[in-house]
């Protein structure tokens, strides 16, 4: 386990890369302004490539929210709105937007313990031991052991399955995502088994939030 724990890093390390430019909340909080239509609403669905909620990004980690823009600019996520909205940022932008993202609704934080506030069933722990979701997700899925990682503890459920299930499509110029290492992650499980650990890693306390914002500013 510790093996493989120590592969994946070393292989994600070479996949995510990140910006390096000096953040700047006060900017990155004028550049938000086109993001609140959807990330700024509790409960706001998206349709592609089905319907869920739009994750939650308040209070992710910026190495990360830079990661997933670049992916987006570049077309390995693919996703029309996104890939539009993030191909017209500069990376300095990008930073800033994940310096603001970090940081917002700190206040609304609660501190979350390492052991899981709610434990799995053998069924579920036994998935997420074969998926080794632990080893960069880190303590109850909500303190990734790099920043360019997700948090995904509390992340809406809908969203996790349809973000795992992309990782899994291949040769489609339409939908998926192209990360070899979590294409490889995905690849043993059904769609009813990631469906039953996004529900559980949905069911925990995390840092990720929908923070209401005013469309008018």
Do not use: W
């Amino acid at each position: 386990m510790y093996k493989l724990a120590a592969s994946l890093v070393l292989a994600l390390a070479g996949v995510i890369t990140t910006s390096a430019q000096a953040q700047d909340v006060k900017r990155g909080e004028l550049r938000a302004a086109q993001c609140i239509g959807c990330h700024g609403i509790a409960g706001y669905q998206a349709s592609f490539p089905e319907i869920h909620k739009v994750p939650m990004i308040s209070g992710q980690n910026a190495k990360y929210i830079v990661a997933a823009l670049q992916a987006y600019a570049k077309g390995e996520r693919k996703h029309p709105t996104m890939r539009g909205i993030a191909g017209m940022l500069t990376e300095q932008e990008m930073a800033d937007l994940g310096a603001f993202y970090e940081q917002h609704g700190a206040s609304m934080i609660k501190p979350v313990a390492d052991t899981p506030a709610v434990q799995p069933s053998a069924a579920v722990q036994a998935l997420l031991t074969k998926g080794a979701c632990i080893s960069c997700h880190g303590a109850n899925f909500n303190k990734p052991i790099d920043g360019a990682y997700p948090k995904i503890a509390g992340q809406h459920a809908d969203y996790l399955l349809v973000a795992l299930r992309a990782y899994g499509v291949q040769g489609n110029p339409q939908i998926g995502r192209g990360n070899a290492i979590m294409a490889a992650q995905v690849k043993p499980f059904t769609r009813a088994e990631l469906k039953a650990m996004a529900d559980y890693i949905a069911s925990l306390p995390g840092d990720l939030r929908v923070v209401q914002q005013p469309r008018f500013r």
